[in-house]
T-cell receptor, first 112, second 113 residues
Framework: LAKTTQPISMDSYEGQEVNITCSHN???????ITWYQQFPSQGPRFIIQ???TKVTNEVASLFIPADRKSSTLSLPRVSLSDTAVYYCLVGDRGSTLGRLYFGRGTQLTVWP | DTGVSQDPRHKITKRGQNVTFRCDPISEHNRLYWYRQTLGQGPEFLTYFQNEAQLEKSRLLSDRFSAERPKGSFSTLEIQRTEQGDSAMYLCASEGSSYNEQFFGPGTRLTVL
């Protein structure tokens, strides 16, 4: 499975847009990019998934360049409640071995 | 609530005791996963079920750990002869038709004294 690299921590202020970039140089052709969010004492929560270009949902946008060696999770106008750990994962969505490999994630702290 | 549930939420035990955790997945999901998470780390995969079949076990799952999913519904994770190093959050997740979109439960926090 492709290894991912993302910043350990990021800080932002309420109302700002936050972009968290993840590197995955060894991404395979069949791999999808998935982001999860985790609050303290809770299980991770699926945010968004994409294969290429741009994906947007009600929570976030995911930007994937043509070479797919990186991806950027964009959170528009963050609030204090967006303070959490964000994990970038890369894997073959079609595999029956759907175990997810989480790294240490990015701790996002939003300040008032 | 139709999400993934886990019981108990917290468990404190003494070293050497056996503990068992239960996970109830989303009812229509046939894939179920167990993960372990320690402070400051992301969840680590332990084992995976497709219906009642246990298809993969991590090297992290020593012979003191056993998991079952009878009838392909709820699952149990048992740890025998607990050690202090077993202290962690144990997370269960279920997955339906969308691969890699796993729904996690709230976890069971185990503390071994």
């Amino acid at each position: 499975l492709a290894k991912t690299t993302q910043p350990i921590s990021m800080d932002s202020y309420e109302g700002q847009e936050v972009n968290i970039t993840c590197s995955h140089n060894n991404i395979a052709t069949n791999d999808y990019i998935t982001w999860y969010q985790q609050f303290p004492s809770q299980g991770p929560r699926f945010i968004i998934q994409g294969y290429k270009t741009k994906v947007t949902n009600e929570v976030a946008s995911l930007f994937i360049p043509a070479d797919r060696k990186s991806s950027t999770l964009s959170l528009p106008r963050v609030s204090l409640s967006d303070t959490a750990v964000y994990y970038c994962l890369v894997g073959d969505r079609g595999s029956t071995l759907g175990r997810l490999y989480f790294g240490r994630g990015t701790q996002l702290t939003v300040w008032p | 609530d139709t999400g993934v549930s886990q019981d108990p939420r917290h468990k404190i035990t003494k070293r050497g005791q056996n503990v068992t955790f239960r996970c109830d997945p989303i009812s229509e999901h046939n894939r179920l996963y167990w993960y372990r998470q320690t402070l400051g780390q992301g969840p680590e995969f332990l084992t995976y079920f497709q219906n009642e079949a246990q298809l993969e076990k991590s090297r992290l799952l020593s012979d003191r750990f056993s998991a079952e999913r009878p009838k392909g519904s709820f699952s149990t994770l048992e740890i025998q002869r607990t050690e202090q190093g077993d202290s962690a959050m144990y997370l269960c997740a279920s997955e339906g038709s969308s691969y890699n979109e796993q729904f996690f439960g709230p976890g069971t926090r185990l503390t071994v004294l």
